[in-house]
């Protein structure tokens, strides 16, 4: 053989080798693709979480204003019941506004409550499916990096294993789905 031959023969292995690299390549970028959507969703989750803690929060800031008011107006109403009042009929008619009162907040208690709840139990399905999207993420961004080391090896196991963790990543970003 001669050396022309020799090296006409390095290239064509060369050019074999990046060809049966492109499978590999290929699915780096797809899987590259499903990492940014995840992170994106990830993110997303995260902060829904965050506003509907601050909507809960704000929710039970109102309640606990309300149960203020309504323990105040309860110890003025027994004040007046108690202390001698040169205006018995003044003091009457405030103690049965105050009554008034009392019965409207016992109905805003419960409905305030029941909404709080409700954005609680949202908060904790949020965080839930964040950190489903946030192991899918790190399950995908594990499979590209092992992935990758296949073109530095040109060993298919690696492409394997990558393929391996990315489909357990698409599974966890899946199961999201299926929360409630």
């Given at each position: 053989?001669?050396?022309?031959?020799?090296?006409?023969?390095?290239?064509?292995?060369?050019?074999?080798?990046?060809s049966?690299?492109?499978?590999?390549?290929?699915?780096?970028?797809?899987?590259?693709?499903?990492?940014?959507?995840?992170?994106?969703?990830?993110?997303?989750?995260?902060?829904?979480?965050?506003?509907?803690?601050?909507e809960a929060?704000?929710?039970?800031?109102?309640?606990?204003?309300?149960?203020?008011?309504?323990?105040?107006?309860?110890?003025i109403?027994?004040?007046l019941?108690?202390?001698?009042?040169?205006?018995?009929?003044?003091?009457?008619?405030?103690?049965?506004?105050?009554?008034?009162?009392?019965?409207?907040?016992?109905?805003?208690?419960?409905?305030?409550?029941?909404?709080?709840?409700?954005?609680?139990?949202?908060?904790?399905?949020?965080?839930?499916q964040?950190?489903?999207?946030?192991?899918a993420?790190?399950?995908?961004e594990?499979?590209?990096?092992?992935?990758?080391?296949?073109?530095?090896?040109?060993?298919?196991?690696?492409?394997?294993?990558?393929?391996?963790?990315?489909?357990?990543?698409i599974?966890?970003?899946?199961?999201?789905?299926?929360?409630?």
């Amino acid at each position: 053989m001669e050396a022309n031959e020799v090296s006409e023969l390095k290239e064509q292995a060369e050019k074999g080798g990046e060809s049966a690299m492109r499978p590999v390549a290929f699915t780096m970028s797809v899987v590259a693709v499903f990492v940014a959507i995840t992170a994106v969703l990830g993110h997303r989750t995260h902060t829904e979480a965050v506003l509907k803690r601050a909507e809960a929060s704000d929710v039970w800031n109102e309640y606990q204003a309300k149960k203020i008011r309504a323990y105040d107006t309860a110890l003025i109403t027994d004040l007046l019941s108690v202390v001698a009042v040169a205006d018995k009929e003044g003091a009457a008619k405030f103690a049965k506004g105050y009554a008034g009162h009392q019965e409207k907040w016992a109905d805003d208690f419960k409905e305030e409550q029941k909404e709080a709840l409700g954005l609680e139990a949202e908060v904790k399905l949020a965080e839930r499916q964040a950190k489903f999207y946030d192991l899918a993420e790190a399950l995908l961004e594990i499979g590209l990096v092992i992935s990758s080391v296949t073109l530095l090896t040109r060993t298919k196991a690696y492409w394997y294993l990558g393929i391996v963790f990315s489909l357990a990543g698409i599974a966890s970003a899946l199961t999201v789905a299926f929360l409630k």
